[in-house]
């Protein structure tokens, strides 16, 4: 065995059971909300049909279609940080290998796929790698003129901080000495192979622009005192 491969089995037995749930929720947290941005945005019929994340962590689905693409890069955010975390190269491919199954299951490919959906594309997969710096200026931007949030609001992201380590800990524990290949997660639907075959090509079509273009809604969401409170639980992660 060579040491490309040696490398690899010490990566499986070092990885962690915990480390591949965490990841993989973080993932599907984004994509339910980029679902429902996708469904509401009614650019593809029958969309619904294909989604595959449901009730996963969004209080409900009764807000606009820009609320839900605010709310994806929100979730990209928190698993940029999270990525940047995670060195594991298997853990890595891993993941990357559920968003390209996602996207192919989706049925989304260069021809049409539009404009604003092909950047949250670009920035999840940027997000897999822990490089989150077009979001992170994007959100600074898009959170310059914003007020201050309020105490009952910061006590709230308080509360939902020590929720989420006391739940993250308690998983920690049942997971404990797991390794990653010994926890099955049922996979996202569709082949990966033929998903990143699609995104490269969308890659190819608006990485051009995408420097240059500017993520959020230009319009009032319901989503801004939110989007503070989770930028300053992201700031957490780091």
């Known amino acids: ?30 994509l339910e909300s ?9 650019w593809y019929p029958n969309f619904r049909n294909r989604r595959q994340i449901h009730n996963k962590g969004l209080p409900n ?15 990209s955010l928190i698993l940029t940080g999270m ?10 491919d891993y993941i990357h290998k559920e968003f390209y ?6 049925i989304i490919n260069v021809t049409n796929c539009p404009r604003d959906l092909a950047h949250l594309l670009i920035d999840i997969d940027k997000a897999l790698v822990g490089d989150g710096q077009k979001i992170i200026k994007d959100t600074d931007i898009f959170l310059r003129d914003k007020p201050e949030p309020k105490p ?15 739940t993250n800990k308690k998983r920690s524990k049942l997971l404990e000495n797991k390794k ?42 319901q989503y801004g005192e939110s989007m503070e409170i989770e930028y300053q639980g992201y700031q957490s992660l780091k």
């Open 152 to 166: 009952e609001s910061m006590i709230s992201l308080f509360s939902s901080i020590q929720k989420f380590d006391h």
């Open 1 to 30: 065995m060579g040491r490309h491969g040696t490398d690899q089995v010490q990566d499986v037995i070092y990885s962690t059971a915990h480390e591949k749930q965490l990841v993989h929720d973080s993932l599907s947290l984004t």
């Open 83 to 92: 990525m940047g975390k995670t060195p594991s190269p298997i853990v890595r």
């Open 61 to 75: 689905e009764n807000g606009v279609a820009w609320d839900y693409k605010d709310a994806t890069l929100t979730q």
């Open 180 to 221: 990653f290949d010994e926890l099955d997660i049922p996979g996202f639907k569709g082949d990966w192979e033929k998903g990143k075959e699609k995104l490269e090509a969308i890659k190819a079509m608006y990485y051009p622009e995408y420097n240059n273009y500017y993520s959020y809604s230009q319009q009032e969401t």
């Open 101 to 106: 199954s996602w996207i192919d299951h989706a």
């Open 34 to 42: 980029l679902e429902v941005f996708i469904e509401k945005s009614n």
